[in-house]
């Protein structure tokens, strides 16, 4: 694979995204990181997953150069149900996924984050869904997932300002499960995925298809209604203004429409 590593060792699978400088998700990416559990969940070997970044980022968000090739909105909300749909099948996977977040999980990298069972983080590390700084909205389940961690009246105020919360915040706020140092944060995941590991896979599937089944109707309506509204926002001038403003490094001049 082009963009993820992936190593098993001692029951654990390590799935570590490698496409340099900020590790955005690309299609590309997506699809790999697909396969990845594809491969995971045929290997019995494997009983925990760790999902972490290379370099500076865990994923600091999609690849908004790859929406300049998306044809219109209807495209547009195909392709934030392509990335729901890997994200549902991570949240609901049979072998526990632990992320390990460092410098920035903003985005579809919160996203992609909030569908793992268990988080950790730097202290410093930045978590945010910025979509409405560009004129969109998120488009993978963020605002359907951020609620049921941060409630509803934290999550409002994220996505309404853009503005990100550090790793301590979000360990207050229930959104990741502990905080590290940046030299611990590896070796600390890998400690607690060894943990896991050493119990029963039959009761572990069994408790996390359990903990699923939480999930209700509304969750499922919701997403859906997300990824329709995402196209929506795509197709806006706005929108395009701020896709277009990003690609060129400046702030976006909304219009409003």
């Not at 494997?46 to 972490?52: F, N, S, T």
């Not at 526990?96 to 579809?108: D, S």
């Amino acid at each position: 694979m082009d963009y993820i590593k992936l190593d098993v060792s001692e029951h654990i699978a390590t799935i570590t995204l490698a496409r340099p400088p900020a590790n955005a998700l690309s299609r590309g990416v997506l699809s790999e990181l697909d396969e990845a559990f594809t491969q995971i969940e045929q290997n019995n070997d494997v009983h925990v997953v760790l999902l972490c970044g290379e370099g500076r980022f865990f994923a600091a968000g999609a690849d908004i150069k790859e929406f300049t090739e998306v044809e219109d909105g209807a495209a547009f909300t195909k392709l934030a149900l392509q990335g729901q749909v890997l994200f549902d099948r991570i949240e609901a996977f049979k072998k526990p996924v632990i992320a390990a977040i460092h410098g920035a999980a903003l985005g579809g990298g919160l996203e992609l984050a909030m569908a793992c069972h268990i988080r950790l983080a730097t202290e410093d590390a930045k978590l945010g869904l910025p979509e409405l700084q560009l004129g969109l909205i998120p488009g993978f389940a963020g605002s359907q997932r951020l609620p049921q961690y941060v409630g509803r009246a934290k999550a409002t105020e994220m996505l309404l300002t853009s503005d990100p919360i550090t790793g301590s915040e979000a360990k207050t706020l229930g959104l990741v499960n502990s905080t590290h140092s940046e030299q611990a944060l590896i070796e600390d995941a890998m400690a607690l995925a060894k943990k896991i590991a050493k119990k029963s896979t039959v009761t572990t599937r069994l408790t996390l298809e359990l903990l699923q089944f939480g999930i209700d109707d509304q969750y499922k309506a919701g997403a859906k209604r997300e990824a329709e509204l995402f196209g929506l926002a795509f197709d806006s001038e706005d929108g395009k203004e701020g896709i277009q403003a990003f690609i060129e490094k400046r702030a976006p001049k909304f219009q409003n429409k």
